[in-house]
């Protein structure tokens, strides 16, 4: 079993409060149909900063993520066939799946 990060980049902000509460209704569905597989539902992003290799730290980072969702899974491909229904991509999002290993 492998953990696996899905962070997401871009994706539509909802305009109305009903909008609004439709795509949170989306994001709790796909909550639900991974199951156990959640290990961190995780959170959008807000304010970002970028710190160079001399420490010089600079406001905004050039990835443009918008959050993140950590998921268990047997591997990167199944963690990747998870994501396919993610909500964000309804919004013109994209996601990103790394797998993750333990090392310490």
Partial sequence: MA???LVFKGGSVPETEEEQ??????????????GEAV?????????S???GPDGTATDGAGSELTGYTVLAAENLAAA????KT?????GGGTIE???TFDVM
């Fill in 3 to 5: 953990n696996c990060l």
């Fill in 21 to 34: 509460q439709a795509v949170m209704s989306a994001w709790g569905a796909w909550f639900a149909t991974l």
């Fill in 39 to 47: 290990i961190d539902p995780g959170n959008p992003f807000g304010g």
């Fill in 49 to 51: 900063m970028t710190v």
């Fill in 80 to 83: 990747t066939e998870m994501a």
């Fill in 86 to 90: 993610c909500p964000i991509l309804a």
């Fill in 97 to 99: 799946v790394y797998e």
